[in-house]
Every structure is written in structure tokens, then in C-alpha cells.
């Protein structure tokens, strides 16, 4: 696993090891952020179920402004910050995003994207998505990405949340979604 292009585009990041984890392949991710363009460059994002942190890394190094990392697990995040030397760009908070309400460090942010990268076949997008004050979090402009298997249906029962593309990649379905 690699940061795809930017600032620390080759740099290798620190996996984590073992069968339970799923990260983004390389070629799913250049995909996605090839889909947002320009909309990374200074841009506040939100990775949360972030694992490695390689989305929320690849953000910053195209430009984006802040990330907030949220994960039940944070020690490999930390790492590849460091590797990538943007400690200072970035937030992490070791919190479990699905038990839990949404940490009240985050009160008053406001993000332009939003990564959403869990296990698969558990419904956690829809939960996260449902977590009271959660759109207080979106930007006017904001931009939420999940991914999730495609033998999964993501359901959003929210008015404010609209999904306005879907695209498979193998396995894989990106759904990118907008604040209505």
C-alpha cells in the first residue's frame, strides 16, 4: 500500500497485518480521487473506520488543509503520519464510531469530505450515517465517500443525504453522496 500522487506520492505506508482487515486497494483509491479532482485541495476531511489512514494520508497529500482520523485502533495511523511528516495537518481520535456518539471534540467542525470505510456486511455505513448531529458535520458542499461490498444495499434514511453516483470496482461499490 502506497500513496498514490501529491506531495508524498510512492511513499509506502505501514499495513496493518492479519485477515480481518480489508484496506482500499491502490487502484480503488486513485479511482475515487481521481473522481474528486480538485475538491481535495484544501479541503477539511473526516476519515472515519480509517484503519491505516491511508485515505485521510492521500487527501492531505493532494492538498487538502486537515484530516480528522477516527478509528477503534490508532497506532498505525500515527506511524504513517509520521512517515508522511503531516502530524500537524492531522487529528486522531481512537473512538468506536459505531457504539458511541460522535465525539464531542468534533463539535463545531465542518467537513468537505467524508471518508467512510468499514467492515463489510455489518450495516455500520447506515448507522454512522443515522448517528444524531452527524450532517452537522458536513460542509454545505460536503462530499461523503463509502465503500462497502457490492452484495451490500446501502439504505440511507436520511433527507439531507443524497446518493448521486455509485461505481463498482470488482468486489467493491463507492457510493459518493452529497449534503440535499
Known sequence: MRVISGSCRGRK???IQGRQVRPTSDRVREAIFNILGQKVKNARVLDLFAGTGAQGIEALSRGAI???FIDLA???IHENLKLCRFEKKAMVICHDIVKDAIPQS???ERFDLVFIDPPYGKGYIEVTLQKESFTDL????CIIIAEQSCKESLQI???TLDIYRQKKYSKTIISFMNKI
Open 66 to 68: 486537515h484530516t480528522t
Open 13 to 15: 505506508l505501514i499495513e
Open 138 to 141: 458536513l460542509a454545505k458542499d
Open 106 to 108: 468534533l463539535n463545531g
Open 157 to 159: 434514511k436520511i433527507n
Open 74 to 76: 490508532c497506532d498505525i
